[in-house]
């Protein structure tokens, strides 16, 4: 398999009466940690899906790469709880 990349699915903001947007330097939460392919000459650059099929537009890269932490799993193990697992299950295969 080529490099992969893991990109986060951010929670949506939530609208309020006061404000319609996530305040300046507000982190929204991860909803899900996906895995994508590389883009092809850039390994540090997201391709178009995630390896279960969804576009990464609008998701955000981590810093994390799997090259620089040997023998841990392919996502941050503080979002364990919220990895996809259809990515997981085709990084397993």
Same mark, same amino acid.
């Given at each position: 398999?080529?490099?992969?990349?893991?990109?986060?699915?951010?929670?949506?903001?939530?609208?309020?009466?006061?404000?319609?947007?996530?305040? #300046?330097?507000?982190?929204?939460?991860?909803?899900?940690?996906?895995? #994508?392919?590389?883009?092809?000459?850039?390994? #540090? /650059? /997201?391709?178009?899906? /995630?390896?279960?099929?969804? +576009?990464?537009?609008?998701?955000?890269?981590?810093?994390?790469?799997?090259?620089?932490?040997?023998?841990?799993?392919?996502?941050? /193990?503080?979002? #364990?709880?919220?990895?996809?697992? +259809?990515? +997981?299950?085709?990084?397993?295969?």
């Amino acid at each position: 398999m080529s490099d992969i990349v893991v990109v986060y699915e951010l929670d949506k903001p939530m609208a309020t009466r006061s404000s319609l947007r996530t305040p #300046a330097g507000a982190e929204r939460p991860v909803r899900r940690v996906h895995a #994508a392919p590389s883009a092809p000459g850039a390994p #540090a /650059t /997201t391709g178009p899906r /995630t390896l279960c099929g969804k +576009d990464t537009f609008a998701m955000e890269t981590a810093d994390w790469k799997l090259s620089e932490h040997s023998g841990a799993p392919w996502y941050p /193990t503080e979002y #364990a709880s919220v990895i996809c697992p +259809d990515c +997981d299950a085709v990084i397993e295969t």
